[in-house]
């Protein structure tokens, strides 16, 4: 028997803004830092006493780093951008890339489809933040399949009947003791839309409803939500989505893209998931930017290029080996594994690393130059890139060299080439206003340009 549907509960984060929880609005973008000297409100703020959030920071150091410093907390940021409660901090972290140009690149990567009437409906990131641009990405897909009409299947339906239909259950029968009353049995097959992908749509827009501090946006999937009524609806679970996109057919493949958004927004909410305590929920939604941009780039290189291809993470062989009754322990070596691998016809050509942080004006931690040149020693012309995201126009390819300085002469030199992106112009190339064939071959220079050792 069908379960009972329920509605959309009241979001998390608009229930958390509207209980007037006394918060200390904190700022920042990625790869920044902010300490009491240059933000007087975190004055005086500290997470001695509240072992809830002394856990979460600790738990959420690799994406977001809150320490006690002199005067008050001190915030550092990475590639994770969104918002999350830490302590008496409400933290917002904003993309160096916002509104359409972002909203353009996020389409391309995920493979979604183009909505025009997007950039009309999205607030500013800086208020709201990137889920809510995935919120309404979501929307708009789930609108369009509804405009096609919800998707039914024929479900199997176990019930007594007095009028028989479909398979009688001899055994049910029999279990009873035989016919006792006017009914029997009966396994039959109704078309219905309350079936596992619907359900598992349905809790996606349950769980965009729970995330969007956006009211419109808020009310929009709200009312989504009303066409799903006769769907039941569970907490969501990572593998029924892994379950539904292994069955996805040429007839529900129109689904993909709906299902590819809630992955994200599942994947930004397991912050507060993982750290969530017997008495404490923290609301927190943090994405990846770095995976994001890897994601954006392989697809764009393997696309746009001629004559060369790209491999994602190709795991590099015999970089380090043990030289022989030199390793009594057994132990295994490290197989690095660049972004991406560049190869010809004829072979290896190189290795390249996308980094989500704007070199030219951020500068690079010394593990990244050290990773790069062992990529370099590794690859056939001893060379390695980086690719990095920027907004700056004036950033400028940048080049070192790897020197030994009694064993290398004056020939060639390993190198690490740190090349920027311009996250603008890679927008402007990719919006699907842009097409024809001026406009591929300038994408197909661009991506030539990003390989070019």
Known sequence: MMRQSRPLTKPTMLEYLENGFEAVPVTLNEWDRVEAVSRPQLIGTTLRNNLAAQTLALAIRGQVDVREGYKGLEVSTTSFVGHIAVGP???????????????????????????QVIGQTLTPTAQHGIHDILISLLVAEIEELLHRGLLRRYVPVSEMLTSPRGRILVDKIASRGGIVDGALPCLHFQRHANWRLNQVLRSGLDLAGSMTTNRDLYRRVRSLGEAFDAVETTALQGRDLDEVERGLTRLTATSRPALTLIRLLFGMRGTSIETETSSHRTPGFLFDMNLFFQRLLSRFLRENLDGVSIRDEQTTKGMFAYPPLANPKGRSLPRPRPDFALFSATGLIGFLDAKYRDIWEKGYPAGWLYQLSMYALASPNQKSIILYGTTSSEAREERVEIRHPVLWGAGSKPMVIFRPVQLQDLAMLLHPSNEGSAKWEQRRSFARSLVTF
Do not use: E, M, W
């Open 89 to 115: 901090l409400r933290i917002n972290i904003n993309p160096k890339l916002q509104g359409l140009a972002l909203t353009s690149l996020v389409r391309y990567a995920y493979g979604l489809r183009d909505f």
